[in-house]
């Protein structure tokens, strides 16, 4: 479903990945009028948080590990074709969000749900169902991928260490939590862009010592990624499939979650914070996953069912760069988990303040930090397999209420699109009015 309807928004929209590529790099510097609204870049940077995490690094692995290196070209695939989802779920949050009182702007799928399709019901269904799997689902795989890390070290005790790391991430954690979505914000801003340049300077580093072998690499990519014998004859476990699920779970797009921080972002027309949040899943999928993959297969560590997840990349990396490799996977998951798990809570700050009809209250919050917190605490001492079937699970749950609606709506966010391209033609900075798409009333945020 998520890929047949990336591949219906492509061919409608006339490809706009490749079409509008140098507009959204445009788009993401432009900054707001008002210094204290949250601009595109910022915006960016809170959803490509929650889109850059350990499924980077430990979902690749384990992509590669049990369904080959095929995987990797399904996962390329899966990136190109659901960025045209996630522009236009970006684009139809921009345009139905609304202003609080404090003046900054909010919404997502929820908000879209209620204002066009006049289904509260539904919406709050979709709220439960992104709550659960961010907060709880996401955020339990994101604490053991983290803890899973330090097994290589001498000091790691399977029945104690995932216990002990768990208290100390779920701590940090809920420390940051309790400094509200600002420093969220501010947070992710500034690791985001500092991690993913020392993540792929390193993978670039190992692909040039490892030179030789990316031939042999990119051979062996194409071959199992059409390799249909295997493809039918194990298919939960083939490239095909494994490229998919984990493409989908790095990736998000279509299921919902960006758009809530897409809603965010202060800019002069909704089309604009809809190519900006196509360029995060290029961020995530093209550039750091394509990264992982990389470093592991020229390694010539071969990988398996026994080395799936952090062992095989650690292993990759010492083999190229000596003990420093260890070292710096476990930093990077470090960073890319923490992120992950500030990115998700903010999601659902937004959520709990749809469900409220206003902004929770302050001890309501800190309560539900703490339970967020607790979550992580747990997750790191789970079972690997089932925090990936939970995660899969409810994942679905969010795709099978958001895909639907966005086809629904896929009218309005054209609109938008051929309003935005029309201004651009004529040599002016596109500006939104709700007029210009026909729609029959006013929407919260623009007139």
Known sequence: MLIGTGLYFTVRARFPQLRLFRSACKAVMEKPEDDQSVSSFQ???????????????????????????????WMWIIAIVGSASAFVESTLAQIYKKKGEDGRCYGGPAYYIEAALHSRPLAIAFCIAMILTYAFGFNMLASYNLQSTFSGFSFYNPSV?????????????????????????????????????????????????NIANIPMVFATIFREAFDFRAIFGAFAGSALMQGIRRGLYSNEAGIGSAPNAAASAHVSHPVKQGLV???????????????????????????????????????????SLGSFGPVFITVSMVLFAFTTLLGNCFYCDNLLTYIHKEQPGKRFMAGFRLVCATVVFVGAGMEMSMLWDISDVLMGVMALINIPVILVLSNTAMKAVKDYEKQLKNGGNPVFRSANIGLKNATDYWK
């Open 277 to 319: 949040q196509m360029l995060s899943v290029f961020i995530d999928t093209l550039l750091l996953c394509t990264a992982t993959a990389m470093m592991c297969m020229s390694s010539g560590i071969e990988p398996s069912a026994e080395l799936q997840g952090a062992p095989w990349v650690q292993a990759s990396l010492q083999a």
């Open 43 to 73: 915006a960016l940077m809170v959803s490509t948080a929650s889109r850059v995490g350990t499924g980077n690094i430990v979902g690749v692995s384990s992509a590669i590990c049990i369904g080959g290196f095929g995987a990797v070209f």
């Open 161 to 209: 260490s995932p216990w002990i790391i768990g208290g100390i991430l779920a701590v940090v954690t809920g420390w940051c939590l309790l400094g509200g979505g600002s420093r969220i914000v501010k947070v992710t801003s500034t690791l985001v862009p500092v991690m993913g340049i020392a993540y792929i300077a390193v993978a670039l580093l190992v692909v040039i010592l």
